[in-house]
């Protein structure tokens, strides 16, 4: 029994010492679906096994399974196992569908067959222990994505996806809320219909206010969507900005949209690594693979034949022999591996493989993976790295200068599409039909966008918006149709809310433009007395009156207006004034109608009073005549307004404005009282005062007769009608403050770059040049000539001085008149031996009776009525007398001054003696 016992054992040995003779065959297993590529790389698997085994599997051997059919795919499946009979079947590679994987994975694991996944598993699909997924685990590629988007620092964004397997990948991306608290995080989702027609869904993409995009499907549809997003004017903003998903994106050609798009995407690998570019270059020698379009299948797939040629090297190394063994799908029990393969494979390190610089399935699935962030325009250096080893962190390799740098390029590539409309000074259109693009329009807005270019490095094409209306302008920038709106574009709350406005370029409020005035000759045949208001008339005759009655009070006591009546006479006892209050009304009369008068005053209190008054009177007259003209004629116009709140108040002069623009908005959401009574009268006018445009209102205004038809418009624009028109004017000043601005998408990137050149041209001065050039110097028309100011009628505010320099000059005359008063009746005091007191009495008393215009040369202050009648009779008898003396001597040619006729001393010596005489007789 022993005996035999070990000639079996020497059998045994000679039979194993013939078999290991020969090399051990294994053979791979390889499912696929009908849409994967062949991609199997049987020559890296060859060049890694040892001599001692055998690769039995060939190109020709790979199993196409359907994909949503797992009955026919077991059955295919059990049909390969049925062939495996001599060789050992070391793994078996999976298909990437999920129904087909799933079939397959478990019959594997039934069998202690290794399965290699390299396609995505959701989270509901539960690892076997007999699988190993080299395609990044799922929810470490989901977390992986959130970190990427949060740092693009996206307030809100679209999510475009095809089916909800791509909604489970971006779960933690949907979770995502902005740092900033005060930023409005929005999410919205759109699903694409896999080769349906998805224009409705992008043109509400387009629709909204979000400027960022991920888009989650296959990297062959992602050309069909961006064709059809094309379509409808999806990627003509600059400002959106999309992430794709796919793994595979970078291996797309997108020449035809580059320019348009910022485009954003991941890697598993980098094929300009060095690493990378060692093991592509061995194993993928064929002219139609290139290095920079392998796929993450393409290269999963090599990582797995890698990992099994290690597998059987260390297997070998440990001495253990690949033994065929005899499997089927129709056993009830479960196989048992003893050789423990997957095992063996999940302690495998890889270091040189294409999908990183390590690979190993510690955990049945990948542990260590990396994702970088490119931008497709430039893929050679990734702006960001993702580590699985720190997954709550990312690694940012690209500065700010080097953003920066990116951006103006972007910037420089892109043709900004302007939208503006035709209004003068903004924009006018060449009638030259020649002329096309840029060279078709000119005005205000043509050279503030010009210079804005020269600063930012950026070409431009301007638009004219549908209708030439505002509205349109608006909705041409929240529908991204176009990048910039340049047009008298008031910035306001309601815009803001849509659209985003640059740094103002230029201040203005809203103001009231109306019509002029028009003169007509005057039918008032008491028009020449307007030029002086009724009170000023009535306090110049008034003061005549006063004037002549001072006068002829001051004349009175001024000495020098008594006159010797008999100038013949010297001796003559009477002095004589010439001045009444009538002729004194007529030298005043005479004074202000420039005429003069045949008599003027001797005395200097008399003379002041008079020049004061012809001051006055010369002030009256050159006020008049000035005047005068104007007041020939007169306003047509029954209404006259100089402010809202006149306008407001009345109900003759109509007024409205242009519909669908701020100053409607302006006046319908005013809280102010007056604004709002504005508004109701405005909407509730029939028929109706407003108009569609500014040039309307502004031709309304023109037309309407007698000016009956204001129109409330923006300062700028009432400034160049007023530079245009003569026949013009602005009412009041601003109803508010307000500013032009550069309109442009909501959250546009290129918003800092259009303020830094707005900045430039204000700090240089040349925005006020610009608006210079168009509001003053390329006006067309003659300049108007300056209008010569509405003469009003001279109240007694404007001529109020005059009467004050006529009040001091009248109290100048009469203090200089009681001055000569007071000193006359010390001289006669003097004189006459009288006392001062009686001298003033007597004086006073003659001064006061205003009827007797003559006096007697010495005062009779204490004299009986007899005693002054003899006086009297003496005087008159010694006139008489000399008279006729004196007339004799005339006739007989004799000399008045002979020495035996007594001189003038003498003949007063001998009246005082005689009045001596008379007072001693009297006494």
Known sequence: MVIGNYFVYLLLLAVSGCLCQHKNQIRIGVFFNADQKNITYWDAIKELLPETVELVTSPNEIEIVPENDAFSTQKQFCNFIQKTKNERLMAVIGPKSLTASTMIESICEHLAVPYISTSPKPPSVKETPYSISLYPEFRMLSKALAKIVESFDWTSFIILYEDEEGLLKLQDVMKLTHKNKEAKN????????????????????????????????????????????????????????????????????????????????????????????????????????????????????????????????????????????????????????????????????????????KLSFASGSRDEFTLQVIELNSKDSPIAIWNSEDPDNIELTRNETEREAEFKRRIAEHNFIVSSRILEPYLMEDPNPDAYKNAKYYGYCMDLMTEISKIANLSFEFRITKDNSPANVVNDLVERRADLGIMDFTITPQRREVIDFSLSFMKLGIGILHQKPIPEESNNKYAFMRPISWTVWFYIWTLSLINSITMFFVARMAPAEWENPKPWDPESKELENIWTVKNFLWLCLGSITAQGCDILPKSVPARVIGGSWWFFALIIISSYTANLAAFLTYEKQDVVIDSVEELAAQSKIKYGLMSKGSTEQFFSSSNDSLYGRLWNNMKNEKPSVFETDNPSGVERVKVTKKGLYAFFMESTGIEYELGKSCNLRKIGGLLDSKSYGIGMPLNAPYRNMINHAILTLQESGKLQQIK???????????????????????????????????????????????????????????????????????????????????????????????????????????????????KSASLLNLSTHDEHRPDASQVRQRSRSKVSNNHLRVS
């Open 186 to 357: 929005e999410h919205k989702f759109f699903k694409l219909i896999i080769g349906g027609d998805n224009r409705q869904a992008l043109k509400m993409v387009r629709n909204s206010n979000i400027n960022w995009i991920i888009l989650d499907c296959h990297v062959d549809r992602i050309a069909s969507y961006f064709e059809e997003a094309r379509n409808v004017d999806l990627l003509s903003d600059l400002s959106r900005s999309f992430f794709l998903t796919s793994l595979d994106a970078h291996t797309m050609d997108y020449t035809q949209f580059i320019k348009e798009l910022n485009i954003t995407t991941i890697r598993l690998f980098n094929p300009a690594h060095p690493v990378f570019n060692r093991v592509a270059s061995r194993y993928f020698d064929s002219p139609k693979i290139s290095l920079n379009n392998i796929t993450v299948e393409q290269a999963l797939v090599l990582d797995a034949m890698l990992l099994i040629g290690e597998t059987v090297n260390q297997l070998k190394a440990q001495n253990k022999y690949l033994s065929p063994r005899r499997i089927s799908c129709h056993s009830n029990s479960r196989y048992q591996d003893s050789l423990s393969i997957i095992q063996e494979m999940q302690e495998v390190q890889l270091n040189e493989v294409l999908t990183g610089s």
């Open 772 to 886: 210079n050039k168009w509001w003053k110097e390329m006006v067309r028309g003659e300049p108007c000539p300056e209008d010569p100011k509405q003469s009003a009628s001279l109240a007694l505010s404007n001529v109020g001085g005059i009467f004050d320099v006529l009040g001091i000059g009248i109290g100048i005359a009469y203090a200089i008149a009681v001055i000569e008063f007071l000193w006359n009746v010390r001289q006669l005091s003097i004189e006459e031996h009288l006392s001062y007191m009686e001298t003033l009495k007597c004086e006073i008393k003659f001064a006061c009776n205003i009827f007797q215009k003559k006096k007697r040369a010495k005062p009779v202050p204490s004299e009986s009525s007899s005693s002054k009648s003899s006086l009297s009779d003496q005087h008159e008898k010694i006139s008489i007398a000399r008279s006729i003396f004196s």
